[in-house]
Structures are given as structure tokens and as C-alpha cells.
């Protein structure tokens, strides 16, 4: 039999394959199924993870277009409400933990070594396996849909004891299912904080990384901080469901509230996990295509810096009509409208970049330009939700649902495309082709505005959020959200084609391939990017003041 | 790169890698240990309407005869246990300082023993931490035997420093069986069997 | 050019929605109770606020786009960075935000207002209704949907207050304080009527208060804002608010209604008058989960129909019923329902769907069970 594990293109090997000055030192990778699955290959782990996102983020979306579905009229026509409970829950975990984290995941490994110059991540062999975990995490969970009593049915927040004591039977295995993704995430984390800290070209301080190593290394922390919160949480679930303790029952002294503390003490950091590396995706197409250097970087990282710390203060502003002491209300009040601050910086100095800059207009731009504008809306009604009073008329309403809508598709969502086009010439070799690009951008735009812009009028106007049936007075509102959704979903099949036709040919990129002012380091390997990259550390070169 | 570079790099990794998994294990734990946190913070600040569940001594402070304040009693029946909790009367008035007694019964209506709890809450949140219970049945579990009826005493007071806008506060009691302990006819319902008879 | 043009709709698009917003049933409504319009006020000042940052940030966007594109040979400035503006941009946001703290907290502090109410309504939510027990009076009932299934099913036109409208609306008087209590039976439930600006979890085990007064007789009607399972857009909340003397005369009514009802336990019930009283009971409080047909959804919601343990075992089913069973959502109705009903519902389960036991369960052996 062949050597069944391939030889690792690990630090010293690669390090001394550099050092004699050749890079064929490394075997043929094995073929097929098994170069995948054994892979340690930074470039071919951020290929898995884009492909296992895009394809969770089609299942993800047809979860969204069967709730879409419920609701184009009033009354109940295609599913039932057990089922459609199903769909929300499933929609918001699948697009959350195995659509958005993986695909920032994926450009992480992807780009982080490209743009500070390292071989590879630091533990390439743990990237294989945090990376093969995610697989096995959400085929588990999606199985619990076929399991009597059905999948999880309590919302992707899951609210104790709605997901304990009168949880279907198939919540064990969702609990599982979420350690399993949790662990990946974990995992992934502490490879990017070591490869950053430890794997920078010589030369490079913390404070010459692009903004998008910054920003996931922000965000790495974050995870470490608050995954093991949310491993803690569902243990507890595990516990209460399983063997009789009583963390959030109230019959056996425990407290349905402290799971929301608990929960939220996680998920809120949890939101900018999924939108400090758009930032940093953003922060890099901005300046490219306005032929501009970004304005105001070290204000760019103080001000993710300031977001992530904030992000443990505000939690409570989820719970406002939990009902909480006057003083616990203004705190978290406070707390929440002052995180608009280094989030308003953010945006002044992407406009500040535009300014006086010479712009153009390629796909990747469009989508970071819509980022920016669309991003900012939902920043807004996230202004208006922190106003405690007038929260008591939004929580848990349709104006919740577009307000986290804005931030995370036309936000996080639109960055990521950004990100796959902009970096798709150095991925592929060719430019994606610009006519479906175009149509895929426009389509998108229109189809998210028209499928969340009415969600505001509907949460306004009184309809609650995870109702599979409402009044007719919603009916208006719904009816455009719906044929909103499947613009938008349908017109994602543009994106596939554009990425199949851009592996298969198209027109040739150069290494820069988005012209001289795209200077981070990935611009000076070729395009595509061989395997293997910076053997040799590169010198870095800061930019003249 | 020379060796000692790659050296360097090979150390801070593991560095890096083992900071990250110990503060990962606190995290962890942080998580659990939220619970007692939280449980004290809530008894301090009075959120959820919790109270202390062990008796505190009364303190005798010179009654505030200026204030009346309104105390009301609701008892309610969790599922599943077979008992009927009554307060002897739904409200008193008194003044801050003063001690009061009243008495709730529980009546066992099955033909079988079993054991319940009522937990307690309180409204509003910032009452909860200045009312002061000697004696509440709340403080453990009850046990009665099949058709028994108990009468039991709860002995309070209202701190003085109620804070002042304060009027009306509301003692809720819900009634749980206690989990583990067999009840009578849940044995018949579920088919989980409790260890004890 | 195009595509700025494009752009520039879009823009206009969504200002132009803003405005439409103001209109009636695409906007909170300004609502009935002493501090609606005041909360309505404050979400509307926001609202500008942030209408006039956004059309300076976009304009200067805008206009970038338009005057700074490469396409019209546009040369890009060499600045990246300038301490003063950056300055500026921290801190005049900085003091907006403190303009809206300001009129944000004094509402809030008159939302936590503690002073005395005249009437106290204790509101637990169930799966999936509404119980209402006004503290003191010996008034309370359950408020169920009373939208039939058939038009859910599309079966019959749907109606004007399609989804909310309830058997028993919380009938409450104007211009006096009510003090609510709200708690749950089961899972989280949040009641919340727009108009009233009230909106609280109702949490298993524990109590809330929050308290309205509302300034004009009418109906209002609002949902359960929490997830609370199947039935959770099933929920409604209707509140009919009318003048102090007709709440009075309406209380007097239900005290004496009741007080007939208890009266009724003594006597000998005829089989077809439990019968035809159990089969509306079971439809407003047991068919959401048993489903209409007695068919249950197993594993959460067990069959009645042709439930060999309820068929056989008499006293099992009338314990069940009256005390509920722990860590399910099948609740304790000893309380929540009367001895009549208790016996109406007992009796039509025993013997409808071809259960056939022909057994009648008598409202005087219930109260008899609860005496004991």
C-alpha cells in the first residue's frame, strides 16, 4: 500500500525547502477523493470552506424560500406550523454557523497567508480536521429533520425551556451537532490568532497588516472568548434535558432567564463575528477601485478593536422586555448606542477613501459600495432598537428581522461576494465575467431591498417575528418580501455560474490584478497562485508617507 | 529563513496555541460559574423577582407608621402535582418595620404521597431585596401524604428602606412537584420510572 | 453612467419609502395609552435623526461616486488620514447619541413609574392562550382564538380581524391605572398590544409587572411576541377598553356569573348539556394540540381518540386533566377551568371520536375532588 498520509508541507519542511532554494522539495499530492480529505494546503482547506459554504448557503436558502413560500398570502397553504417552525430554526443555524463563519473561515485561510506573507497556516494538519468537522456537524443536524418529532423548532436562539422540557426528541443531537461546529470554529481560531501572530513576512508589524488580517484576528479572539460560553450553554441544555438538573427550569430552582443571559453573553459577540471580516474585506476593495490608500487605518483598528470590546457590554439589549431593573435597562441603553460610534468612524472613512479618489466600478466594488450603503441602513434601525423605549414596540417583531437582515445579507452576505470577486483572479487566474457578474449584482440588489426593506413597514405596523400565518393588514408587505426572496435566491445561481465559468477560462489576470493600488501581499504571487507561496519570506515593503 | 528563525516561529506557535487553550478552559468554566454569579447578582439587585431561599433574621427597627404598604399573596399550580395551595388572605397592609404572619395550607387531593416546592418570586424587582422572610415554607420541599392537609406559616417584614415609591408588592407562589420524587400518577403517564416509591 | 443613474433611483427609492412610512398601517401607531404617543414621539425622532445623517453620508457619497469616478479621468488625492476631522467624526456623533439618551431615558423612567394602581390583572400565558384573572374580584376566564380553523385552511373567506380576534377579550376601564402581573404556565410567552405600548415576557416560575393606562375606549389588538411554539402565531391579545362605569357594571356581571356557575355544581347534569358544553371547551382550549378530531400529534401531543389508557382508566383521565403532567404542555386546569367545565370537557373526551364510554362525568364530583 501507498503511504497513507501524504508528506505535510509543515512549517520545516516548506521552511527548508525554501532555504535550498527549490520548490519542488514536496511529493505529488495524493489524487482524487483523498487529496481532499487528507489535504493540509491552506489554499485547497479555504477551497472546502467556500464550497461547504455556498452549498449550506443554497440549503440555508431554500429553508428561507419555504418560509417565503408560507407567508406570500395569509393562511396556511404549503406547510404546516410544526414544520415551519422547523424552517426558521434550521434557516437561521444553517446560514449563521455553516454559511456566513465558514466562508470567512474559508477567505481567512485563503488570504491571511497570501497577505502576510507565511507558507502556510501554522497548524496546517489541525486546519484539515477543524475544517472536516464541519461536515459531520451539519449532516447531523440536518438529519434531525427526518427524526420523529422533527428537527429543532425553537428558533436559532433556542430559548430554554421551549428547546429543553418541551423540546422535540431530536434536540440531543442538535446540542451535539453545535459542540461539534463550535469545536471547528475553536479550532480555526486558534490557528489564525498563531499564524498571525507568529507567521508575519519579516518586517510586517501588527500595525502594517491589511485590515483584513486585523479584523479576523480581532474576531478570532472574539470566538475564543465566547464559543466555550456557548458550549457551556447547550451542556447545560444537555444537562437539564438529559439528566435531570435544573438550569433553567423553574420547577427545580433553576431560571428560564439566566439561559437568555447566557446565551446572548455568546451571541451577541457572535453578530460581530459575522461582520468585522466584511469589514476588513470592505476596508481592501474600497481603496483598490478608488485608485486611493484607505483613509484612517489605525482609526479602522481601533475602532474594530473598540467594537469587539463593547460587543461583552451589550448583550442586554436583547432582553429588554424580559423585564430588567431600571438601571440594568439604561446600562445596556447606553452601552449599545455608543457602540454606533467607532461604527459610524468606519463608514466616514470609507466615504473619506471615495473622496477626491478615482473611481470605477468592477463587480467587486458594486458590492462593497452596496455593502457600505446597506450596512449603514441596518446600522441605523440597530440605533433606533437600542432606544429601550421604543424597543418595547420593536423586540420581536418584523423591524428585528430586517434589521439583522440588513446587517447580515445586503452586510456580511455582499461583503463575501465582494470578497469572492475580488479575489476570484488570484483564486482562478481569469476575471470573472463581467455581463453575469453585473446581472448577479443587480438582481441581488434589487431582490434584498424588495425582500427586507418592507419587513421595517411590517415589524411597524404590529406583525411578529416566526408566525407562519398573520392579519391581512401584512398582507401587502409580505406578498413584496416574498417575491423578494426568490429574485434574490434565484439570481444566486448567477453566482455559481460566474465561479464555474471563472475555474474554466475567462479573461486572463495578471498577479495585480486589480491594478497598482491593490498593494497587500497576495498581488505579487502570480494568478492563479500556485500551491505553494512564500516559501521564502517576501520583504515587506511599508508604503511612503 | 535560518533555523533559529524557524525555530522561533515553531516556539511562539506552541506559545500561542497553549494561551489560547487555557483561556478557552476559562471561558469554559466562566460559563458555568456565571450561574452562581448570576443567581447572586439577581438576589442583590432583585431582578426576576428572586429571593433568598434560606430564612434571615428580623431586624427590629422602629416601625414606619407613616407608610402603608400592600402586600398581596397568589399561589399557582405548576402541572403535575396533585395538591391545592391556598393563602389564608389575598393581601395585608402594613407599615414598613412591622412583622406579619400568614398562614397558606396545602392539601394533598390524591390518594398517594408526594413532594412539591413553591418557588417564590417577587414584584416589583426593587422590592424584592428589602422583603425579609423568617419562615417560608418555600425555603424546602414538602412532603404529604395521600389526602393530607397541612397548614404552614409565612413570617415576613418590609425593611424600612422599602424604597419609597414602592406601594404595592406581590408574593407569588407557583407549586412544582419535585423532580425525581415519584408522583402518583405521572408513574402511570410516563414511562421514565422514578428510583423511590 | 449607468449604473449611477441606477444607483441614484435606488436612493431615491428608499427616501421615497420613508416618507409613504408616515402613512397610517406602515408606521408604530401613536396608540391610546398615557405614554404611547410619548414612546411614538421618541421612535419618530430617532427616525430623523437618522434620516438626516444618512442623506449627509450618502450625499457625500453620492457624490463622490458621481464627480470622482475614473471613467471622467478623475485623479485620486494622495491624503490618508487627518487627526482633526477624525476627531470630529468621533465626537459629534458622540454628542447626537447623548441628544437622544437624553428624551430616551426620561421615558424610560416613566415607564418604570411605581406609583399605586387601581387595578391589578394577573395575564399567564398558556400554550396557546391568554388566562386573565383580575386580582381580588374573582373574575377570570381564558382568552382563546376565535378564528376557525376553516378560514385559516382557506376553506371560508377570511374575516376583518383575521388571527386576532379572541372568545374573551381582557375588558379593562379607561383613565385608570391597571398594574398587570404577567407569568407563564409553560414556555416563554410575551403579551404586547401596540396601542397600548406594552409589550412583556411572561416567564414560567416567575413574575413581571408593567402597568398601562389607556385614554380611549375602543378595541385593541395585539399577539404573543415570543416564540412559544406551534401555535405561537395562534395567540392573540384583544383588549376592549371602556368607560369607568361600564368596566364597573361589567365586573358586578362576571362576579355574578360566576357565582350562578358555582351555584350549578350541586345539581344533576344532563349527558347532552355536557356534552354540547365540553365540545366547545375542547375546541377552544384542548384542540390546539389533541387536534379537533381527538387525533393528538404524536410524540408532543398524545391521541384521546382511542386512547386505550383514557378509556379504560376514568380516574387516571380526571387527575391528568385536573393536575397535568410535569415537563409536558399539558398543564393543570384545576384552577383555570370551573368544576362545570372541568366536568363538560371530561365527559365529551370520554365519549366523543367513537370513545363511546358512555360514561358522564358530574360537575358535583369535581368539586367534590377539589373539596376533598
Given amino acids: 500500500m501507498a503511504p497513507k498520509v501524504p508528506p505535510q508541507p509543515t512549517l520545516e519542511q516548506s521552511s527548508t525547502a525554501a532555504e535550498a532554494g527549490h520548490g519542488h522539495a514536496h511529493h505529488a499530492p495524493p489524487k482524487g477523493i483523498l487529496r481532499w480529505l487528507l489535504t493540509t494546503n491552506h489554499k485547497e482547506i479555504g477551497t472546502l470552506y467556500l464550497i461547504f459554504s455556498l452549498t449550506m448557503f443554497f440549503i440555508g436558502g431554500i429553508f428561507a424560500l419555504v418560509v417565503r413560500l408560507e407567508l406570500f398570502q395569509p393562511g396556511l397553504q404549503f406547510v404546516r406550523p410544526e414544520f415551519f417552525n422547523q424552517m426558521t430554526t434550521m434557516h437561521g443555524l444553517i446560514m449563521v454557523f455553516a454559511a456566513v463563519m465558514p466562508a470567512f473561515t474559508g477567505l481567512a485561510n485563503w488570504m491571511i497567508p497570501l497577505q502576510i506573507g507565511a507558507p502556510d497556516m501554522a497548524l496546517p494538519r489541525l486546519n484539515n480536521f477543524s475544517f472536516w468537522l464541519l461536515p459531520v456537524a451539519f449532516g447531523l443536524l440536518l438529519s434531525t429533520l427526518l427524526m420523529p418529532g422533527g428537527g429543532p423548532n425553537f428558533g436559532w436562539t433556542f430559548y430554554a425551556p421551549l428547546s429543553t422540557t418541551f423540546a422535540p426528541p431530536s434536540t440531543t443531537f442538535f446540542i451535539l451537532s453545535l459542540h461539534i461546529a463550535g469545536i471547528s470554529s475553536i479550532l480555526g481560531a486558534i490557528n489564525i490568532i498563531a499564524t498571525i501572530l507568529n ?39 444537555l444537562m437539564d434535558i438529559n439528566f435531570g438538573t435544573s438550569f433553567f427550569n423553574a420547577a427545580g430552582g433553576g431560571d428560564p432567564v439566566l439561559f437568555q443571559h447566557l446565551f446572548w453573553f455568546f451571541g451577541h459577540p457572535e453578530v460581530y463575528i459575522m461582520i468585522l471580516p466584511a469589514f476588513g474585506i470592505v476596508s481592501a476593495i474600497i481603496p483598490t477601485f478608488s485608485r486611493k490608500r484607505l483613509f484612517g487605518y489605525a482609526s479602522m483598528v481601533y475602532a474594530v478593536a473598540a467594537i469587539a470590546v463593547l460587543s461583552f457590554l451589550v448583550w442586554g439589549h436583547h432582553m429588554f422586555a424580559v423585564g430588567m431593573p431600571l438601571v440594568g435597562q439604561l446600562f445596556f441603553m447606553y452601552a449599545t448606542m455608543l457602540i454606533a460610534v467607532p461604527t459610524g468612524v468606519k463608514v466616514f472613512n470609507w466615504v473619506a477613501t471615495m473622496f477626491r479618489g478615482s473611481i470605477s466600478f468592477e463587480p467587486p466594488m458594486l458590492f462593497a459600495l452596496a455593502f457600505v450603503v446597506q450596512f449603514t441602513i441596518g446600522g441605523f434601525s440597530g440605533l433606533m432598537l437600542a432606544i429601550a423605549p421604543a424597543d418595547f414596540q420593536y423586540h420581536d417583531t418584523y423591524f428585528v428581522v430586517a434589521h439583522f ?141 | 529563513m535560518s533555523p533559529n528563525e524557524t525555530r522561533a516561529r515553531q516556539a511562539g506557535v506552541r506559545r500561542t496555541v497553549w494561551r489560547s487553550v487555557a483561556a478557552l478552559a476559562g471561558m469554559f468554566a466562566f460559563a458555568f460559574a456565571l450561574v452562581p454569579l448570576y443567581d447572586a447578582f439577581c438576589r442583590l439587585t432583585g431582578i426576576n423577582g428572586k429571593v433568598d431561599t434560606t430564612a434571615q433574621a428580623i431586624v427590629s427597627e422602629e416601625v414606619d407608621e407613616s407608610r402603608t404598604v400592600t402586600v398581596q399573596f397568589i399561589t399557582r399550580n405548576g402541572a403535575g402535582l396533585p395538591w391545592h395551595m391556598q393563602a389564608e388572605t ?43 422572610k423568617t419562615s417560608c415554607f418555600c425555603f424546602e420541599e414538602q412532603q404529604l401524604q395521600a389526602g393530607e392537609r397541612i397548614e ?42 422514578g428510583e423511590e416509591a | ?115 399605586e394602581a387601581e387595578l391589578d390583572v394577573m395575564v399567564t400565558g398558556q400554550q396557546w392562550r391568554w388566562r386573565y384573572e383580575y386580582l381580588g374580584e374573582d373574575v377570570s376566564f381564558n382568552s382563546n382564538l376565535a378564528t376557525p380553523r376553516a378560514q385559516i385552511n382557506g376553506e371560508e373567506e377570511r374575516g376583518e380581524h383575521y388571527l386576532l380576534e379572541v372568545d374573551e377579550p381582557l375588558v379593562l376601564p379607561v383613565n385608570r391605572k391597571v398594574r398587570f402581573l404577567f407569568t407563564s404556565d409553560d414556555v416563554m410567552h410575551a403579551w404586547w398590544v401596540p396601542e397600548l405600548a406594552v409589550k412583556q415576557d411572561a416567564i414560567p416560575g416567575f413574575v413581571n409587572e408593567n402597568w398601562v393606562e389607556i385614554e380611549e ?144 362525568v358530574q360537575p358535583a364530583d369535581i368539586a367534590e375532588r377539589l373539596e376533598e
Wanted: proline content about 7%.
Fill in chain 2, 152 to 193: 404552614l406559616p409565612l413570617v415576613f417584614q418590609l425593611a424600612r428602606d422599602l424604597p419609597p415609591e414602592v406601594h404595592t408588592v406581590t408574593l407569588v407562589y407557583t407549586l412544582y412537584p419535585v423532580e425525581g420524587k415519584r408522583q402518583p400518577q405521572q408513574a402511570v403517564v410516563q414511562t421514565k420510572q
Fill in chain 1, 199 to 237: 507567521m508575519r513576512a519579516p518586517g510586517m508589524r501588527l500595525m502594517d497588516m491589511p485590515l483584513f488580517v486585523w479584523t479576523w484576528l480581532i474576531t478570532a479572539f472574539l470566538l475564543i472568548a465566547v464559543m466555550p460560553v456557548l458550549a457551556g450553554v447547550i451542556t447545560m441544555m
Fill in chain 1, 405 to 545: 437582515h440588513y446587517v447580515l445579507v445586503p452586510g456580511a452576505i455582499f461583503a463575501i461576494l465582494a470578497g469572492a470577486y475580488y479575489w476570484l483572479p488570484k483564486w482562478t487566474g481569469h476575471y470573472p465575467n463581467e455581463r453575469l457578474s453585473q446581472w448577479h449584482f443587480w438582481l441581488s440588489v434589487i431582490g434584498v431591498n424588495l425582500t427586507f426593506f418592507p419587513m421595517h413597514f411590517s415589524g411597524l405596523a404590529g406583525m411578529p417575528r416566526r408566525i407562519p400565518d398573520y392579519a391581512l393588514q401584512f398582507a401587502d408587505f409580505n406578498l413584496a418580501s416574498s417575491l423578494g426572496a426568490f429574485i434574490f435566491g434565484f439570481s444566486q445561481l448567477l453566482f455559481v455560474a460566474v465561479i464555474v465559468l471563472c475555474v474554466r477560462g475567462g479573461k486572463k489576470a495578471p498577479a495585480q490584478a486589480w491594478g497598482e493600488y491593490a498593494t497587500d501581499l497576495e498581488w505579487s504571487v502570480p494568478s492563479p497562485a500556485p500551491l505553494h507561496t512564500f516559501e521564502t519570506p517576501p520583504t515587506f515593503e511599508r508604503p511612503a508617507h
Fill in chain 3, 1 to 115: 453612467m449607468r449604473t449611477l443613474l441606477v444607483w441614484l433611483a435606488g436612493g431615491l427609492t428608499l427616501v421615497g419609502s420613508s416618507q409613504v412610512a408616515l402613512a397610517n398601517g406602515w408606521n408604530m401607531p401613536v396608540g391610546v395609552s398615557s405614554l404611547s404617543g410619548e414612546i411614538y414621539g421618541l421612535h419618530m425622532t430617532i427616525f430623523w435623526i437618522c434620516v438626516v445623517i444618512g442623506v449627509v453620508v450618502f450625499g457625500v457619497m453620492f457624490y463622490s461616486l458621481f464627480k470622482f469616478r475614473h471613467s471622467r479621468g478623475a485623479k485620486a488625492a494622495n491624503f490618508h488620514e487627518n487627526t482633526t476631522v477624525e476627531v470630529m467624526w468621533t465626537i459629534v456623533p458622540l454628542l447626537i447619541l447623548v441628544g437622544m439618551a437624553v428624551p430616551a431615558t426620561a421615558t424610560l423612567q416613566k415607564i418604570y413609574d411605581p406609583s
Fill in chain 2, 90 to 132: 389575598r393581601q395585608v397592609r402594613l407599615h414598613p418595620g412591622q412583622t406579619s404572619e400568614v398562614n397558606f395550607t396545602f392539601r394533598n387531593q390524591s390518594d398517594g404521597e408526594s413532594w412539591g416546592r413553591a418557588v417564590p418570586s417577587v414584584s416589583p424587582s426593587n422590592a424584592t431585596r428589602h422583603v425579609r
Fill in chain 3, 217 to 360: 375606549p375602543g378595541i385593541y389588538r395585539g399577539q404573543c411576541a415570543e416564540l412559544c411554539g406551534v401555535d405561537h402565531g395562534f395567540m392573540p391579545v384583544v383588549v376592549q377598553a371602556v368607560e369607568e362605569e361600564e368596566f364597573d357594571e361589567w365586573l358586578a356581571e362576571r362576579k355574578e356569573a360566576a357565582a350562578e356557575e358555582a351555584m350549578g355544581v350541586d345539581r344533576e347534569w344532563e349527558r347532552d348539556e355536557l356534552m354540547e358544553r365540553g365540545e366547545g371547551i375542547y375546541g377552544s382550549i384542548c384542540a390546539s394540540c389533541h387536534q379537533p378530531e381527538g387525533e393528538g400529534s404524536p410524540p408532543a401531543f398524545p391521541a384521546l381518540a382511542g386512547n386505550e389508557q383514557l378509556i379504560s382508566d376514568e380516574d387516571w383521565h380526571i387527575t391528568t386533566v385536573m393536575n397535568g403532567v410535569s415537563g409536558t404542555a399539558m398543564p393543570s386546569f384545576r384552577d383555570t377551568l370551573n368544576p362545570v367545565e372541568l366536568a363538560s370537557v371530561l365527559t365529551y373526551t370520554r365519549n366523543a371520536w367513537g370513545n363511546d364510554t358512555g360514561d358522564v
